[in-house]
């Protein structure tokens, strides 16, 4: 009988001494670790790290842990965890563990400012993914959209070489129509305010309504001889015998020998735009670089142009004594001296 009290007071004691040591966490107080630190059971190693004897000051490194190897946690503290392995425990920091392997993806452009989206949302550099497959959609102005698939196993590296987009001629015969039909719908206004002059010219002011009828007719011929309607662009550009054969430099002789590269004043190409005056609108600019290049992909809707080149707004980022032209034969820009004369075309915005 005593012999039995004996060993029941043994186990007991055991028992007593590994419930309170905390060697080992119950599941219970394990699961709220995880939880508390964002990590599963199973982990996997996030980059190859160092597993060490213990955790805190005064640990020593006992061996390298490398990516993506799998292990069960036992213990999580002060920041590191304690990883069960074949060859004794080891503690390693908990940010060096994720749930699942994660794997790098580098997106990169050949245009800088391309918009690039992973399954619809913005890509991040050195954005780490789990393993699987993802759409990538990659677009930029100008540049034909590019939509793709990429499975990822491991570690991937993809350049998006994006194309240029050149208008077809479907799209310029359809801009060339939606311009008619605005020159159309003017000329149908000056007719309704005609008839309406017509009616009216018993009841008074007869000749007052002709002549606005006439004006509004002149303006709607006026329009279709002397602009062009970017409807694209939703641009309104000087079309007139001008465009085809005025010609500035981009600053004044006076103003380049003296180094003034951005003095604009007197017969300058910008000068010229500012001071236009062209039926009744007065709002005119230099256009840009990239509205010249899109103008010329319209080219053949033009009624006065010259196969030569134009200036455009648009500065060098190294040279302050150029600016950039567009060549109206190839569509070719190119940086010219300020002083160099070349054509001048304006543009305004379309209302």
Not at 44 to 62: C, E, F, H, S, V
Not at 126 to 147: M, N, W
Not at 281 to 301: F, I, N, V
């Amino acid at each position: 009988m005593l012999r039995a009290r004996y060993i029941v007071w043994v186990v007991l004691s055991l028992l007593t001494v590994f419930g309170t040591s905390g060697c080992v966490p119950s599941s219970q107080e394990l699961q709220l670790k995880l939880k508390e630190h964002n990590i599963a059971k199973e982990v996997y190693i996030k980059n190859d790290t160092q597993g060490y004897d213990t955790y805190g000051t005064g640990k020593r490194a006992l061996s390298t842990l490398f990516r993506a190897q799998s292990y069960s946690v036992i213990d999580i503290k002060e920041g590191y965890a304690r990883l069960a392995a074949l060859d004794g425990d080891l503690w390693v920091a908990v940010d060096a563990l994720e749930s699942e392997p994660t794997y790098l993806l580098r997106l990169s452009a050949n245009v800088p400012s391309a918009l690039i989206e992973i399954d619809g949302h913005p890509y991040e550099k050195g954005v780490r993914l789990p393993k699987g497959l993802y759409r990538i959609h990659a677009s930029a102005d100008g540049f034909l959209t590019q939509e793709f698939e990429v499975t990822l196993e491991a570690d991937n590296e993809r350049e998006i070489l994006l194309e240029h987009d050149s208008t077809t001629q479907r799209d310029l015969d359809s801009e060339q129509e939606t311009a008619q039909g605005l020159l159309e719908r003017d000329e149908a206004e000056a007719l309704r305010i005609a008839a309406e002059a017509e009616a009216a010219k018993i009841a008074a002011d007869k000749e007052q309504k002709a002549k606005m009828a006439q004006r509004a007719l002149k303006r709607a011929n006026e329009m279709k001889k002397s602009l062009f309607i970017d409807k694209r662009q939703k641009l309104m550009w000087q079309d007139d015998e001008a465009a085809a054969t005025i010609k500035r430099a981009w600053v004044t002789k006076a103003n380049f020998d003296a180094k003034n590269f951005n003095d604009t004043q007197g017969e300058s190409a910008l000068s010229y735009c500012k001071n236009l005056r062209l039926l009744g609108y007065s709002d005119w600019r230099l256009p840009t670089k990239h509205e010249l290049k899109s103008l010329y992909a319209q080219k053949g809707s033009l009624k006065n142009v010259s196969g030569s080149w134009y200036w455009s707004s648009s500065l060098t980022t190294s040279a302050p004594e150029r600016a950039w032209c567009v060549y109206f034969k190839n569509g070719d820009g190119y940086s010219d001296l300020k002083n160099a004369h070349n054509h001048v075309r304006c543009v305004r915005i379309l209302e």
